[in-house]
């Protein structure tokens, strides 16, 4: 493969990637309502309907993940985490991703 063709190649992943980061904010919004996390968390992640339950909006999206993908495995069972396993055990790791990169974006 010639330089030119490498550059080119390696310039439209790079376009690619760069995109798929701000649709997949997108996908996470839709996502955080499709998947009823506003019922417990409140619109954007905002207002916990039980001062039990963590506010969502700006954390760190590697957090966020994190601990959906802990209680969703059962490595993370405590406090509240019974009730969010059955939320996110059809959730898909890449979901948790998205909902995860939507919420640290959210002010």
Known sequence: ??????LLVGTTVAICALGSASSM???GKALYTAKMCQTCHGAEGKAPIMPLYPKLNGQN???LAAQMKDIKSGKRNNGMSA????MVANV???E????????SKVE
């Not at 493969?1 to 490498?6: D, E, H, I, P, T």
Request: charge should be neutral.
């Open 92 to 94: 898909s790791d890449a």
């Open 83 to 86: 009730a969010m396993k059955a």
């Open 1 to 6: 493969m010639s330089k030119m063709k490498k």
């Open 61 to 63: 999206k590697e957090y």
């Open 25 to 27: 904010a997108a996908d």
């Open 96 to 103: 948790i991703d998205a909902i995860a990169e939507y919420l």
